[in-house]
């Protein structure tokens, strides 16, 4: 989602309440640091999920999800093409729906046969749900001080290289949320961008890709060793948040986004190592989402 709208809260009618919000989270970051030696033994005791996966595997639902997608979309607005613009988006944001939702099917197929305890393995125990939800809000309370630091890097960064007239583009999504008023249009986006997305993104960037990369690290021990001693000590886990980070920031359309996503990605990935729960990362990503769609819509 669209990572300008968090640092534009701080321009809303309640810039007490946002430096609160900001200052809280930096004192969360500052204990963490602490109490963690600078983030070195924070995933020291963080043991690999036990999996049987082949390298291949995480790129067989990313290009079914791409290249599925893509070509459904494509082929519809061929045929439709005589659709007002507010069906058009909606039926874009339907086929991205359905083509998540299918998707995740096949992960939750795939990874029933990979990993060790099939899906609890995975991350999928609804036991921790309630529990991973509100461990989620102090998880990205803590990070947003390093994703508003990150927006503002790029910006400044972005009006030294083009000049001051130089913006964040905005994420698609909330462009349309914002251009369409009908409530078919906004319900869809936002089950979309807060319940489908969150879900789909973190199976796969997390839960496949991550895992993927961290096991293939702690099976090259010797290698991993000598990387470097920080990542030695984390068994590979903070190499693989690292990689998988940067995958997810690859993986959006906007490149003005990447640091800020980024930030965000690494949050996410170390809340799933931390806790072996793939629920508290979605949490996580919905909740920022959502943050998004609500000061796009109160601008």
Known sequence: MDVLEIIKQFDSKV????????????????SWLLKTSLGRNALANSAPRRNNMPLYLPF???????GAVSAAISITRKFLAGLPGWQSVFLDN???????????????????????RRLKGFGLNPKTIFKDFFAAMVNLL?????????????????K???????????????????AYPQLSVRVLIIITAVVIVPVF????????????????????AYLVKH???????????????????GLFAMAHQTPGHWPALFSLSICMGYAYEKSG???RPIFIHSFFNAISITAALNQ
Not at 201 to 218: A, D, H, K, V, Y
């Open 15 to 30: 810039p007490i309440t946002d430096a609160i919000i900001c200052l809280a989270g930096i004192l969360i970051f500052g």
């Open 60 to 66: 067989v639902p990313l290009l079914i999800w791409f």
């Open 94 to 116: 339907l086929i991205l729906c359905i083509g998540a939702i299918a998707t995740m099917i096949i992960i939750i197929f795939l990874v029933r046969g990979r990993f060790a």
């Open 142 to 158: 803590s990070a947003l001080p390093l994703v508003m630091l990150a927006i503002i890097l790029t910006t400044s960064f972005g």
């Open 160 to 178: 030294l290289m083009w000049g001051q007239e130089f913006e964040m583009q905005k994420h698609q999504e909330l462009e349309l949320i914002t």
């Open 201 to 220: 993104e973190e199976m796969l960037f997390r839960g496949l890709f991550q895992t993927m990369i961290r096991s293939l690290l702690s099976r090259q």
């Open 227 to 245: 990387i470097s001693h920080f990542a030695s000590r984390s068994n590979g886990a903070w190499l693989s948040i690292v990689i998988s980070s």
């Open 277 to 279: 729960s793939l629920f």
